[in-house]
């Protein structure tokens, strides 16, 4: 029988006794190209480990490095639906109920039981005033305390005595508040310049003005009396900065209630609310910067 000349050949692949070979390379051959990938990928991890602990170095526990796409601030309202709109029927319990449940939910946290802890709570006052500093963001202070804020001081729209918020007489109530940015200081109109006419009797000291008005010509003298119930109406600056998440946890934004008395019914309305501060703009690209617009429609059939 004629000899096969590859019989042996894949062991003889895997050890070679002649040459003294493991898988074709010597035991010198294997151990410098080990040596080559152990500082080949060392050298890959060390760059990936420096960048990451550069990058660290540059962050805050506390306060997002970047927040370009946290556009300060934003104003938001309660209740709030997909479509902006409040629309329901005085007289059917079942087209208002979603809204004062909203209503009922979001207060819950503004209950005056749970902000009697003096650990966790500060009187800050009733009436407007300068920015409570309770530190820097990287002070080794811990937890900050917060400024209470009773849902008494909503008056009418607080739900404590009318838990339909008005809605069942047909006179509904939203709550606005500003939304939370860590570290952010909201500054007051330096002049009545940039204010309109009509919401110049708005600015005091202390306080971040809110005005609404129609938003449509056509809906002028439709709208009636608004009423503002809050501390000052507005936002007052004894609840900024805020510290997040972390140092502020029992943190509450101060909030304004608008109880609108006088809608004409069975009429679509739009309304549209601004704040107004030196540091606070608009942007047509995003409907809740510093403003807002909602359609109400109180229905009698």
Known sequence: MPSNKDDGGWKKFLW???????MGRTGSSWFKIGLFYVIFYGCLAGIFIGTIQALLLTLS???????????PPGLTHTPRSDKSEVAFNLNDLETYLPYTRALRDFLAQYDDEKQRDPTKFDDCGDEPADYKNRGNLED???????????RRLLGPCSGIEDREFGFKEGKPCIIVK??????????PPSSNE??????QYKVQPNIIPLYCTNKKEEDAGKIGEIKYYGIGGG???????????????QYLQPLVALHFTNLTLNTELRVECKV??????YSDKDRYQGRFDI???VNSL
């Open 16 to 22: 070679n006794s002649e040459t003294g070979e493991l």
């Open 61 to 71: 526990n506390y306060k997002p490095t970047w927040q370009d796409r946290v556009a």
């Open 140 to 150: 080794e202070l811990g937890s900050r305390r917060a400024c209470r804020f009773s």
């Open 178 to 187: 500003l939304n939370r940015i860590v570290n952010f200081y909201p500054r």
């Open 194 to 199: 940039t204010i309109p006419e009509e919401a």
């Open 235 to 249: 936002f007052p600056l004894q609840y900024y900065p805020y510290y997040g998440k972390q140092l502020h946890p």
């Open 276 to 281: 107004y501060g030196e540091n606070i703009n």
């Open 295 to 297: 359609k109400i429609q």
